[in-house]
């Protein structure tokens, strides 16, 4: 199971985003991907951070974990061309996310391989996933229960070939500037996957306890006493509606 980390620690993008100053940036990167290699210690899970901005990952890797910086697989990819750059910080993140799949291509296509925004961490990752080796080609997501036209892209996984296939153009055309959002595409996906027969659409068997700060809005997910408090209460419901709901069959 692998989880990639999408990184870019300069940004090229100059709009929606909140986040700008790399410094800043780079110590968010840091602090994530020391919580992930940690995770990665107790459970067969594999990070993978793929980043865009020349940053030199090796280095940043090890001012993260230090001795344990080989738990953690990095690609470095090119800058965004201008047109992507227009197009925003979605279609950018596509072309990463393209290319650290096919990094993997010698992978099972039936292996597990979620994503994550670089910088933020899932509290109950565990909890969210299963162990058990999948034996169909799989699609796990927050899926919500109202507005299926848009779901969250922060934390979300597929089977590698899935990912080649059903995931493969997500993201590639959206613009921010036209208000075509990487988790618009995202939702199509997972509603065509899912009137399909050839993908198990799944919903995440809890929901997802990010935690980090918003690139885009600078509010800082999962630790505020309201957030913490809510979902305190509200966790055995969800948990029985993902449970009764586990198996998503589209809109």
């Given at each position: 199971m692998f989880?990639?980390?999408?990184?870019?620690v300069t940004p090229q993008v100059d709009e929606h985003i909140h986040v700008?100053?790399?410094?800043?940036?780079?110590?968010?990167?840091?602090s994530a991907i020391a919580?992930?290699?940690?995770?990665?210690?107790?459970?067969d899970l594999q990070p993978l951070i793929v980043e865009n901005s020349g940053e030199d990952l090796p280095l940043l890797i090890r001012s993260a974990v230090g001795h344990r910086a080989q738990q953690m697989r990095h690609l470095a990819v090119s800058p965004p061309p201008p047109p992507v750059v227009l197009m925003g910080k979605g279609a950018a993140e596509a072309q990463?996310?393209?290319?650290?799949?096919?990094?993997?291509?010698?992978?099972?296509?039936?292996?597990?391989?979620?994503?994550?925004?670089?910088?933020?961490?899932v509290k109950n990752f565990d909890r969210c996933v299963t162990q058990a080796p999948t034996q169909q080609r799989t699609l796990i997501a927050d899926i919500p229960r109202k507005n299926f036209g848009w779901i969250d892209s922060r934390f979300f996984g597929a089977s590698l070939g899935v990912w080649n296939s059903e995931l493969r153009e997500v993201g590639v055309?959206?613009?921010?500037?036209?208000?075509?959002n990487y988790e618009h595409e995202l939702a199509t996906s997972v509603n065509d996957s899912a009137a399909s027969l050839n993908v198990a659409v799944e919903n995440f068997r809890e929901k997802p306890w990010i935690v980090g700060q918003s690139g885009t809005t600078g509010h800082l997910y999962g630790t505020s006493f309201i957030e913490t408090s809510r979902r305190t209460i509200i966790r055995p419901l969800d948990r029985l509606r993902r449970h009764l709901q586990a198996d998503f069959t589209g809109y």
């Open positions: 989880i990639i980390l999408t990184a870019t700008i100053d790399p410094e800043r940036r780079r110590e968010q990167y840091r919580k992930w290699v940690k995770l990665s210690e107790n459970l990463m996310l393209n290319a650290a799949i096919q990094s993997l291509g010698s992978v099972d296509e039936l292996e597990m391989v979620f994503k994550c925004t670089g910088r933020l961490f055309t959206s613009n921010d500037r036209e208000g075509i």
